[in-house]
Structures are given as structure tokens and as C-alpha cells.
């Protein structure tokens, strides 16, 4: 077991003493660490400096889009409110019934079907002799 005695706690003590005034001899006196803390301290001003330019220059960047999207923002309440202006008077007119409406007799046709067999329609065809074409039924 070590240190046991006194006598080795006291040649413990005085070899430590020893070995800090042995480095305290050799040192050269700290001018090493302090060009060193100066030169990190004068590039941590000079990083710093730069990061604040460019976090304004960013946040210059970051306003110019907001103009825009504020404008964008302004259309969309527009035509929202237009919107709504043409609901609300739709909802206030008189609804059509089976009297108020027209019946459509006659439908032109938009195409010729080709003999070619293609995708069958979405609505019922059915072609008259007037006018060779589809029409819908009605």
C-alpha cells in the first residue's frame, strides 16, 4: 500500500512542490497564451462582424418576399369578397324551376363522329335524321 507513513506523505508533498516551482522556472512567462487569446479574440470579432452582416443582409432578403406575398394575400381577400358578394346574391334570386326554364328542342352538334371506335361517351347519343349528328336526350 502506498503513503503509508508520514515520511512519504512529506516526500509526496515536497516532490509535487518541487516539480510546480520547476515549471514555474521554465515558463516563459505567459506571453505564448496571451498572443494566442488575442489573435482567437481578434478573429472571434472579426467572425462575429460578419455574421451580423449577413443576418442583415437576410433579413433585407427576407422582406422584399413578404411585399410580394403581402400583395398576394390582398388579391386572394379580394376575390374572396367577390366571392361571397356573388353568393350572396345568387342565394337572394329566385330559384329556377321546371316553369322558368326553357326546354332546349334543338342541339347543334360540336363534332362528326368518325366510323372509328373511340371512347363511348359520358352522356347518352342518339343521332337524328336532321341533323346527322348526336344530341342528348332530353
Do not use: C
Request: glycine content about 6%; charged content about 25%; hydrophobic content about 45%.
Amino acid at each position: 500500500m502506498l503513503f503509508t507513513t508520514t515520511t512519504q506523505w512529506v516526500a509526496l508533498f515536497l516532490v509535487l512542490v518541487g516539480g510546480w516551482l520547476l515549471g514555474l522556472a521554465s515558463h516563459p512567462g505567459g506571453r505564448r497564451w496571451r498572443e494566442r487569446y488575442a489573435a482567437e479574440r481578434d478573429a472571434h470579432a472579426v467572425t462575429r462582424r460578419e455574421a451580423e452582416t449577413r443576418l442583415a443582409e437576410a433579413d433585407a432578403r427576407a422582406a422584399a418576399p413578404n411585399a410580394e406575398a403581402d400583395a398576394r394575400l390582398a388579391e386572394a381577400h379580394a376575390r374572396i369578397a367577390e366571392l361571397e358578394r356573388d353568393h350572396a346574391r345568387l342565394a337572394a334570386a329566385a330559384p329556377l324551376t321546371a316553369a322558368t326554364v326553357t326546354p332546349v328542342t334543338n342541339i347543334r352538334p360540336t363534332a362528326v363522329l368518325s366510323a372509328a371506335p373511340g371512347p363511348a361517351p359520358a352522356y347518352p347519343v342518339r343521332v337524328t335524321p336532321e341533323t346527322d349528328g348526336p344530341t342528348r336526350k332530353i
